[in-house]
């Protein structure tokens, strides 16, 4: 009689405390003809976002921005047109115009324009290196992402990030999955734009691998006849995510009505600042840290009005050296379309294939790209 008073008590105190107190127990759900559907456990609170270390940021501008020392002075033996005597004299060469960093407003006191502000709380960039495979599940031949098999390609991706790991140990790095959501087309399609939209299972199954290496994704968007105004907006839902980011081609924004693929196509700062500013106000919207914009260059044109575009503390832009071929003419392509015209941060594509394909070329290791001035903080391999 006594135990069943007792058990009685235990169940009725339980009782009690679910009815008061649920998040204190798991909510067991069921579907209708599949039993248990989910188990959704006491929510766990957001992570801690500890606040930005300006200090180490700048730090790290400087350090990518790698800047070679002011040249030493010179002495020279000349006659004093007083006394007709020869003395050694110091002469004091120029300090060199340093481009980067790109400014932000702290540093605005030296003169010269502001670039960019520091960002929100969160940032990656410059504290960590992005290393990102590209690519779309569609195709084997438009990158690493589609070609190979999906843990082929996550352990070919692990072996990258542990190379830039040892070549830089000071900067973590981030692994990341770049998929191309639009993609041109060679055909005009049913609306007459030149882009084909992926579907969104196809995202979907992009974010369930990047989850596995715990990567973040970029979604990568080739406009065609379209613009980014239209296109931008219907992946929303995705760039709502804490982890997901955005990059935009100039080469396929066909602005001319040429088709896709048969001359080089172009945006414009206005295009560019239309996706940052619709990016920060989602990351203001949503609580977000900053999102990462990353713009596709290899010419002078495929970016105009590179000094009206605008910097944002919600996003961090990157402007990727998407060239390829040897390594010199890469080189080349960074310093005359890179370096010249600052924007935030900069990106180096290596091509797996279009990069070796003369005899004995080979990509470039971390260990070289280490050495670029400014040095890239986002690696893409296609």
């Known amino acids: 009689m006594k135990k069943g008073i007792f058990f009685a008590s235990v169940i009725f105190l339980l009782a009690v405390a679910f009815s008061f107190f649920p998040d204190l127990f798991g909510v067991i759900t069921y579907s209708r003809n599949s039993g248990p559907k989910e188990i959704i456990s006491k929510e766990k609170k957001p992570p801690v976002i500890p606040p930005l270390d300006t200090a180490l940021y700048d730090q790290k501008l400087k350090e990518l921005a790698n800047n070679p020392p002011p040249p030493p002075p010179e002495t020279k033996i000349m006659k004093n047109p007083e006394t007709g005597e020869e003395e050694t004299v110091v002469v ?41 495979y590209y690519g779309n599940l569609y195709s084997t031949k438009m990158g690493a992402l589609g070609q190979y098999p999906e843990e082929e390609m996550l352990s070919r991706l692990a072996i990258e990030v542990k190379k830039w790991e040892m070549a830089d140990p000071q900067t973590p790095v981030q692994p990341a999955l770049h998929y191309i959501a639009v993609v041109a087309q060679g055909g005009a399609g049913q609306d007459g734009k030149y882009r084909a939209r992926m579907p969104f299972s196809e995202i979907d199954k992009v ?17 065609g006849f379209s613009t980014v105004e239209e296109e931008i907006p219907l992946l929303e839902k995705y760039l709502k995510l804490p982890n997901v980011h955005l990059g935009i081609d100039p080469e396929f924004s066909m602005k001319s009505g040429v088709p896709p693929g048969e001359i080089v196509g172009t945006l414009d700062a ?39 575009i605008a910097s944002l503390p919600e996003v961090q832009i990157v402007m990727h050296m998407d060239g390829w071929g040897v390594k010199a003419k890469k080189i080349s392509t960074y310093k005359q379309f890179i370096y010249p015209e600052p924007v935030q941060f900069t990106g180096f594509k290596l091509f797996y294939k279009n990069d070796t394909f003369e005899p004995g070329t080979s990509i470039f290791t971390p260990e070289e790209l280490l050495k670029l001035s400014p040095i890239p903080i986002y690696i893409q391999y296609q």
Do not use: C
């Not at 929100?120 to 504290?127: K, S, T, V, Y």
């Not at 990047?210 to 970029?218: D, E, L, R, S, Y």
């Not at 919207?285 to 000094?307: A, C, D, F, G, S």
């Open 92 to 132: 004091e060469k120029p300090a060199p115009k340093y481009l980067w960093p790109a400014r932000h407003a702290s540093q605005d006191d030296a003169g010269g324009p502001v670039k960019t502000d520091y960002p929100r709380d969160g940032a990656i960039l410059p504290f960590k290196r992005v290393v990102a």
């Open 207 to 223: 974010l369930r691998m990047a989850k596995k290496i715990n990567a973040i994704v970029f979604l990568d968007v080739q406009v």
């Open 270 to 308: 206005a295009d560019i600042n239309f996706a940052a500013n619709h990016l920060a106000e989602l990351v203001r919207e949503n609580n977000l840290t900053p999102k990462i914009l990353v713009i596709h260059r290899y010419t002078q044109k495929m970016v105009t009005n590179y000094q009206k």
